[in-house]
Each structure stands twice: as structure tokens, then as C-alpha cells.
């Protein structure tokens, strides 16, 4: 049966804005208290969605987040009504309410792992939930995103679902963003590729000194063994701590994989003789495509700045890889020349197709951290959720239900304005209805 990767991306939420919540991501603190614009923001993801379907890829769209998340702040000890609990919130702890109104959600790489059906031993497509630990405010998204992946994924026979790993350092997991698969054909069973920043319970190993690691050898272990994957086809490897401290929080920031392809910085990984050597083993016979970015040409620095790294590489035609890349790769003149080169050259990646998501670009989020790939056959999609799925009707409704319900500006000050929650809300409302979801949100039970 035919397989295809689906690219579900987030759709950047109402509340959309830049609160510098993110240590360790350079765009996130760089950008903080800026003016944001949510309806900017959720129109360049849906752009880029487009684009992408209309390239022939498979495209499907996650729901974003409620927020300011009223009932986390409720166990933190603000009472009364929602309005009163967000007045009070904003003024007494104003860093922990900003917190509880990022839409961080729309970086979906982070909502989840994913396994496909031909990587498993049941041969049902593996989902977990990224408990996302490591930042407070991403780490109260998981309950509602497992719900919107059961939501969507609900049939048992094809797709199980596993409670996000135990809150807490020791198993912090942030999803696809470390995680990445190696296949002929998306059809064919693939190696599984995890990458994390530090051992948890090794302190001896070498770990960064300066930003976190947000993900763990023991997390991603974990999701390999609830994934019930095979071990000869599953490897592991090590960031290089280095890069973590120059602002590579998550390894999508410096690796990309597609199919037969790993295009990579030099510097990405602590081993990289050993990383490559283990991905070939575990590939077989025929040979996987290294396509390694030298410092020399691209420095980690110029990397974290563009986003080099953090492109979508997508099979267009069989042999055939496109490049997706953030506008700012256009503007960063070494790695322009890089990408020039790149596409002269007889490797598997044949184009560069550049794409605005600044709004999400500002704060760290580039078009890979805005998509989560689920590969799925056939009777898998069959199976899952149609509503989701885009095409021009979808595309149509969707941009209508953002300029209807988004602000085209966001600032620190507006955050505290009640009035948003009940915006929020009514917006999520009829996107549930849009996307057939059911109730999934706490303001719908
Ligand atoms: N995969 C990209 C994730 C980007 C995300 N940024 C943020 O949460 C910044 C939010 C803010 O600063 O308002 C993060 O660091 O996890």
C-alpha cells in the first residue's frame, strides 16, 4: 500500500505574541516585547501550507492552543471569575500570565513523536505527546494536544496513543524537533533517528554549561521502547553541547532528514564519524546521502540567525528534494551563496523554495518547527480525521475564520485585556466545528 508524509502544521494562535519565554533560543529573547501580529502570523503559516499542497504534498492543519490558560492559573491560586483571575494574574505575577498566553502550540514539531506502522512491532502508528518540560510554558500544552492528536487519530485499530512521558528534567522530551526517519520509500519500514542534548542520569557525560538541554537520552529511549520500534533500525546520538550553548535548543535547528538525505551542519553532533556509521548500519545496503554544511561556509552563527537548518525537505518527484527555507536565508548572504552552490551540485536536494513565516521566524520558530510529519498509508488517512486535511475550500475557510477572529496587532498590554480569552474562545469554537473535532478544549467540557 502506497504511504505518503503528511505535514500537519500549527495554526498560529489568536494570541500570538513575543514575551521572550525561551532561554537558550536566541530569536525568542531578541525579539521579547516586541508587537506581535497574530492574524500576520496565522496568514504565513496558512500561506505556506498552501503553497506546500499545492506542490502535490500531503497537508493537514492542528488547532491551536486556549489561551491565557485560565485553569492552569487557578492552580497557581488565582480565583474568582476568569476575569478576575486574568486582571489578577497580569498585575501580581505578569512573567507566569505571560506564560500561560504563548501560542506556542503553533511549533507542532514539538506537539508529539511520531512512529509510522511500518516501524512498529503491532504495525499501528505511534503517537506521544511531548511533555515539553524543560520551558513552563510549553509544558502546559500537552494534555490538550494529546487530545486533539486522539481527536484526529481516534480509530485503535490503526493508531495508539501514549500519555506524555513523567514532567520533570530527567524526561524532558521535545518531540520531533530531535527525531527524524530514514526510509527508501515511506512505505518501508525507516530507521528512527533520535538526537538528544544530555544524559539525565549520567552527570559524568558531557552536557552544555551555559543554555538547557531540553531533551534527554533517557526521554527519547523512553519514546523508542512505548514505540515498541526494532533496535537494529532505532539510533541515538548526541547533540554537540556546543551548539546548544550558541542557541541549537533543539536539533531541527541544525539537521534536516528526508528519505535517503541528512543534510547537516559540521558541528551538529558531539560524534559525527560514529552518528554516520550507526545511521548506515542501521539504513542497509544501499547508500544514504550525507550532505554536510562546513563552518567554513555557514558558521553555527550565521545558522542559528537564518534558520538554515530548520527548511522542510520535501520529496517532490522520486530523487527529487526541495529545500523549504525561511526568508531569511535570502538575506543572510553566506548562506545564500551555500544555497546556490547547493542546488548545482548532483546531490539529492534540487531546489530552494523560500517561504515568510517571520512572525513565527521571530521567535525561533522556523517552517520545519511550524510542521509535524506523520506518515501514513492509505487506509491510515482513510482512517484519521478528513476535515483536517487542506484543500482550496479548507484554505478559503480558514483564512476567512482568521481575519473574522484575529487582531492584526499584540503587545504585552493587550495580553491583560479579558476581552481576549473570550476572543480566544469564540474562535476555537467554530474552528472545532470547522475542523470536526469534537470538544477538545477545557472551555467546551
Ligand atoms: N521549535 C521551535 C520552538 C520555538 C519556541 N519559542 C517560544 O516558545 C518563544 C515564545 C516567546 O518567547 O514568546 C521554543 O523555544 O520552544
Known sequence: ??????????????????????????????????????????????AKMKALA??????AVLPPLERPDVNVLRQ???????????????????????????????????ACTVSPSADTHDKRVHFTAANLANKFHRSIEAPTTAKILEA?????????????????????????????????????????????????FDTTKQAPVKFPARQTFEASQAVA????????????????????????????????GNQNCLFYHEKAFLNTVQVKQDLQNAYGNSPLHFVMVPENQVSVYDAVRSYLFNSQLVTLAPGHMALIAPGECQENSNVKDYLDSLVSQNGPIKEVKIYDVKQSMQNGGGPACL????????????ASNQAVYLDDTLYQTLCQWVNKHYRD?????????????????????????????????PFQR
Open 225 to 256: 521502547r512505548l514505540h515498541e520500534l526494532s533496535s537494529a533500525k532505532t539510533v541515538f546520538a548526541q547533540q554537540n553541547p556546543d551548539v546548544i550553548d550558541a542557541g541549537v535548543f533543539h536539533n531541527d535547528v541544525i539537521a534536516v
Open 152 to 200: 484526529i487519530f481516534s480509530n485503535e485499530q490503526f493508531f495508539k496513543h501514549h500519555s506524555p512521558l513523567p514532567l520533570g528534567d530527567h524526561f524532558g522530551d521535545e518531540g520531533a524537533a530531535n527525531h527524524t526517519r530514514f526510509c527508501e520509500d515511506y512505505a518501508q519500514a525507516g530507521v528512527e533517528f533520535f538526537v538528544f542534548g544530555k544524559y539525565a
Open 409 to 441: 496587532s499584540l503587545t504585552e498590554k493587550d495580553l491583560a485585556d479579558p476581552a481576549l480569552l473570550i476572543e480566544c474562545r469564540q474562535a476555537l469554537d467554530e474552528l472545532t466545528k470547522i475542523l470536526a473535532l469534537g470538544s477538545v478544549y
Open 1 to 46: 500500500m502506497k504511504a505518503f508524509e503528511v505535514n500537519f502544521d500549527g495554526l498560529v494562535g489568536p494570541t500570538h505574541n513575543y514575551a521572550g519565554l525561551s532561554v537558550g533560543n536566541v530569536a525568542s529573547l531578541k525579539n521579547a516585547a516586541q508587537a506581535s501580529s497574530p492574524k500576520q502570523g496565522a496568514l504565513q503559516g496558512l
Open 54 to 59: 499545492d506542490l502535490g504534498l500531503k497537508q
Open 76 to 110: 497557581l491560586g488565582f480565583s474568582g471569575s476568569d476575569e478576575q483571575v486574568i486582571k489578577r494574574a497580569a498585575s501580581d505575577a505578569p512573567s507566569i500570565y505571560a506564560a500561560t498566553c504563548s501560542a506556542s502550540s503553533m511549533w507542532t514539531a514539538n
Open 371 to 382: 510542521r509535524q510529519r506523520v506518515v501514513l498509508n492509505e487506509a491510515e488517512i482513510a
